[in-house]
Structure formats: structure tokens, C-alpha cells
T-cell receptor, first 114, second 111 residues
Framework: NAGVTQTPKFQVLKTGQSMTLQCAQDMNHNSMYWYRQDPGMGLRLIYYSASEGTTDKGEVPNGYNVSRLNKREFSLRLESAAPSQTSVYFC?????????????FGNGTRLTVT | KNEVEQSPQNLTAQEGEFITINCSYSVGISALHWLQQHPGGGIVSLFMLSSGKKKHGRLIATINIQEKHSSLHITASHPRDSAVYICAVSNRRGGADGLTFGKGTHLIIQP
């Protein structure tokens, strides 16, 4: 019963490097989300996909791109990493495209940009 | 944008104590979520409620829509309840991007 699987768990990048965070869910959920969590702040939405084939910006999209590859997979790409992107990233999914559906989270990716 | 305030920010209690964590928000909502984040980092959804009260095991969540306030209670607390508890509210618009998260309450239960 995997739920939401995120990879990698940890990553260290140098400024300017690129990487893709992978996320997959096996619950047949329509909606998927990428959040970042920083000390002293609540989770903030980077991008979301309300349904397969759609993506939209959240609160803090600058410096990121996303791809909803299919219903299961939603990836987050950092094209040119910056120290300000040091954070813990969480992927989440929910049944429907409204915030009234319970969220299911992955275990997070701890990213450090030096 | 909704402002979500949680209190207390940090709470240390002894095993067996009754725990209350509070969440207040500034704008009317369609639902409120309580989440639990364990020291390992994973986040689990505990409750989603739009009115009244829900109970799951030793956890109870209540919401007062008129007062824009919710509480999470833990009865007979145990060290395994040690975690960060996060409140999140959804706006009335109901879009998929409509969740605002509190900063969390860090709970430590000592044996």
C-alpha cells in the first residue's frame, strides 16, 4: 500500500544545478500538489494539478516547473537551483480538485542548495 | 488570504495529560484540516471537518464556525503522540489551491 511516493529523500545541489523531484500516487487520485516547508512558516503551495492534463501556479511558483506526466505522476523541476530553494518539499494528492478532500502526503524531499 | 494562527507554538506535557491545541482563522471557510507531522517528517491527515466534532481513537477535533476557531484534543496522551500538529483551512471558493496552513504546534509528551 504505497500511497504517495517521493524521490529522492535527500539531495544536495550546487547553485545553478538542475534536478527533478519525482512523485507518484497509486490511489487513483485526480489532484496532486507540490508544497515547500520552511522553518517558521506554514506549508506553501508551489504548483498543483487539479486533474490530469492541467497544472496551475500556487503561492510560490517562481523558479519551478511541473509536469503532470499521467494520472499517477507529478514531477517538480528546478532548472537553476538557488540557495533560497533550500527547503523540504512535499508532494500530496487528493481525490478531487477541491480542498475539501483529505490530503495524502509523501514523506518529503530535503533539498539543500549550496 | 486567510490568516491561520495556532496556539501554543510549543507544548511539553507529561504522559497521560489531556492536550488541547487551538487554531483560529480570519475568513470564513468551507473546511478545516488537522494534520500530524512526525519527527521523521511524514505528514498524515487526521481530520477534515466543516462543523461540529469528530473523534478518532484518543483524538477529538471540534470546530466553531461562528467563532472561526477549532481545537484538537488528545486524551490520555502518550509519548508516541509527540509530533507537530498542523491546522489548514480551505477557502469558500473551493478551488484546489485553496488551502492555507498554520505554522504548526510542536508537541512533546514526556514519559
Amino acid at each position: 500500500n504505497a500511497g504517495v511516493t517521493q524521490t529522492p529523500k535527500f539531495q544536495v545541489l550546487k547553485t545553478g544545478q538542475s534536478m527533478t523531484l519525482q512523485c507518484a500516487q497509486d490511489m487513483n487520485h485526480n489532484s496532486m500538489y507540490w508544497y515547500r516547508q520552511d522553518p517558521g512558516m506554514g506549508l506553501r503551495l508551489i504548483y498543483y494539478s487539479a486533474s490530469e492534463g492541467t497544472t496551475d501556479k500556487g503561492e510560490v511558483p517562481n523558479g519551478y516547473n511541473v509536469s503532470r506526466l499521467n494520472k499517477r505522476e507529478f514531477s517538480l523541476r528546478l532548472e537553476s537551483a538557488a540557495p533560497s530553494q533550500t527547503s523540504v518539499y512535499f508532494c500530496a494528492s487528493s481525490t478531487t480538485g477541491t480542498p475539501n478532500s483529505p490530503l495524502h502526503f509523501g514523506n518529503g524531499t530535503r533539498l539543500t542548495v549550496t | 488570504k486567510n490568516e491561520v494562527e495556532q496556539s501554543p507554538q510549543n507544548l511539553t506535557a507529561q504522559e497521560g495529560e489531556f492536550i488541547t491545541i487551538n487554531c483560529s482563522y480570519s475568513v470564513g471557510i468551507s473546511a478545516l484540516h488537522w494534520l500530524q507531522q512526525h519527527p521523521g517528517g511524514g505528514i498524515v491527515s487526521l481530520f477534515m471537518l466543516s462543523s461540529g466534532k469528530k473523534k478518532h481513537g484518543r483524538l477529538i477535533a471540534t470546530i466553531n464556525i461562528q467563532e472561526k476557531h477549532s481545537s484538537l484534543h488528545i486524551t490520555a496522551s502518550h509519548p508516541r503522540d509527540s509530533a507537530v500538529y498542523i491546522c489548514a483551512v480551505s477557502n469558500r471558493r473551493g478551488g484546489a489551491d485553496g488551502l492555507t496552513f498554520g505554522k504548526g504546534t510542536h508537541l512533546i509528551i514526556q514519559p
